[in-house]
């Protein structure tokens, strides 16, 4: 099975260190939630975000948002080729189950999220959707157990997602950044055999995973 591993994704709970800032708290009561309960997100805490660690790497859920839909509403996610795993860069990993519907709206995905956060699970009726769990990227790829390693970055080599969807097989990890800007950090890039790059400008995330599964699929069902 190919596995897609979203890696150090933009997507983590409001931290401590700035619970208590004006424009978190103002969001949180309009969800009617505790600041502690809300997903950071730089188009309402910007300002409280300023000077933290890793700044620009942070606060853009919508982002993992848009990837997790391109890779979990096509025929190889249907057809159980495929397993998604979200990592964040507070290495927490979330296992995407079979056969999950995800939000199209925003809105209810983060929602979603915050609930996973909360309760380490979701369940319909009985079957594992979403579960969440303190994993850092080595110890996901020791789970997986790859053959080979991916990853898609602008400082990889440039190739096609043509080239790359070749390069395909069962037991393959693809391995693309969940944030906006920056880069893999060494310890995901010590992790990764090929890194390549697919355009000779900056895609974001989603595209490349939509062309690239779209490629592999032509090998696969065409």
């Known amino acids: ?3 897609l591993i979203v890696a150090e994704s933009a997507l983590e709970l409001v931290p401590k260190e700035i619970q208590q ?4 708290i103002s969001h949180s009561k309009k969800l009617g939630k505790k600041p502690s309960e809300i997903l950071l997100d730089n188009s309402w805490h910007f300002a409280a975000m300023k000077g933290i660690k890793n700044e620009i790497k942070r606060g853009r859920p919508d982002l993992v948002h848009f990837s997790l839909l391109e890779a979990c509403s096509i025929p190889l996610y249907y057809e159980k080729k ?3 795993y979200v990592h964040t860069i507070e290495d927490k990993v979330i296992f995407i189950g079979d ?3 995800l939000p199209k709206s925003y809105h209810r995905f983060a929602g979603l999220i915050e609930k996973l956060y909360s309760e380490k699970v979701i369940r319909v009726e009985g079957k594992v959707l979403l579960e969440i769990k303190e994993m850092n990227f080595a110890q996901l790829i020791d789970k997986i157990k790859p053959k080979r390693i991916i990853g898609l970055s602008t400082k990889g080599v440039l190739s096609s997602c043509e ?6 097989t069962d ?5 693309i950044g ?3 800007k920056g880069h893999f950090s060494e310890r995901i890039k010590n992790k990764i055999e090929y890194l390549v790059n697919v ?4 895609l974001n995330s989603h595209i490349v995973i939509s062309r690239i599964l779209y490629e592999y699929e032509k090998t696969i069902f065409m």
């Open 1 to 3: 099975m190919l596995s």
């Open 178 to 180: 969940g944030f906006p």
């Open 82 to 84: 495929i397993s998604v």
């Open 171 to 175: 037991g393959t990890c693809l391995v």
């Open 199 to 202: 355009d000779k400008k900056p």
């Open 163 to 168: 080239e790359v969807a070749k390069k395909l």
């Open 99 to 101: 056969e999950v519907h």
């Open 21 to 24: 800032h004006n424009s978190v």
